[in-house]
T-cell receptor
Framework: DAKTTQPPSMDCAEGRAANLPCNHS???????VYWYRQIHSQGPQYIIH???NNETNEMASLIITEDRKSSTLILPHATLRDTAVYYC????????????????FGQGTTLQVKP | SAVISQKPSRDICQRGTSLTIQCQVD?????MFWYRQQPGQSLTLIAT?????????ESGFVIDKFPISRPNLTFSTLTVSNMSPEDSSIYLC???????????FGDGTRLSIL
């Protein structure tokens, strides 16, 4: 499974864009990049995912470099409620009896949004 | 997205006892998973719950300690057997409706063993 590297922590001012980087230099061509976040005392929440193209939804934007070795999650206008641990995960393709396309979590980035 | 309900939400148990955690999904799903989150740590996958067959366990987890059932496409249970204080963790159920769909999580069961 491709491994991801994220900074352990980041700060962001409320109202500003939060840019969370992730390195996944060993990603293979058919692996997706997923982002989740975990707010204290809750289960992980799905944010966004992508394969090659940049993606945007109501929560965030995902920018994937052309070589796919890194990506950035962008929260355009961070609020205090965005304070959470953010996980970047490379998901293997589903196939075979022992590969279910399961999500393997790393340590993530703790984002602190400050007033 | 699927809504996942876990019971109990928290419990305090005595060492040596066993506890069964239930996971109910509000729609049929293809895949169900169980994770553990130890205090201050990230999530660790315990096993994939397979409908109608034995669960697929990750390295370091065994069926005798964490027996799993999945009788249908909306329900699964995880039992934590012969508990010790080291089993104090949050146990989370997760599901995915199909390969192209995101995986979703319940809010977990907070388990403390005295």
């Amino acid at each position: 499974d491709a491994k991801t590297t994220q900074p352990p922590s980041m700060d962001c001012a409320e109202g500003r864009a939060a840019n969370l980087p992730c390195n996944h230099s060993t990603i293979s061509g058919n692996e997706y990049v997923y982002w989740y976040r975990q707010i204290h005392s809750q289960g992980p929440q799905y944010i966004i995912h992508g394969l090659k193209n940049n993606e945007t939804n109501e929560m965030a934007s995902l920018i994937i470099t052309e070589d796919r070795k890194s990506s950035t999650l962008i929260l355009p206008h961070a609020t205090l409620r965005d304070t959470a641990v953010y996980y970047c995960i490379v998901r293997p393709p589903e196939g075979g009896s022992s590969n279910t396309g399961k999500l393997i979590f790393g340590q993530g980035t703790t984002l602190q949004v400050k007033p | 997205s699927a809504v996942i309900s876990q019971k109990p939400s928290r419990d305090i148990c005595q060492r040596g006892t066993s506890l069964t955690i239930q996971c109910q999904v509000d729609s049929q799903v293809t895949m169900m998973f169980w994770y553990r989150q130890q205090p201050g740590q990230s999530l660790t996958l315990i096993a994939t719950a397979n409908q109608g067959s034995e669960a697929t366990y990750e390295s370091g987890f065994v069926i005798d300690k964490f027996p799993i059932s999945r009788p249908n496409l909306t329900f699964s249970t995880l039992t934590v057997s012969n508990m010790s204080p080291e089993d104090s963790s949050i146990y989370l159920c997760s599901c995915r409706q199909s390969y192209n769909q995101p995986q979703h999580f319940g809010d977990g069961t907070r388990l403390s063993i005295l």
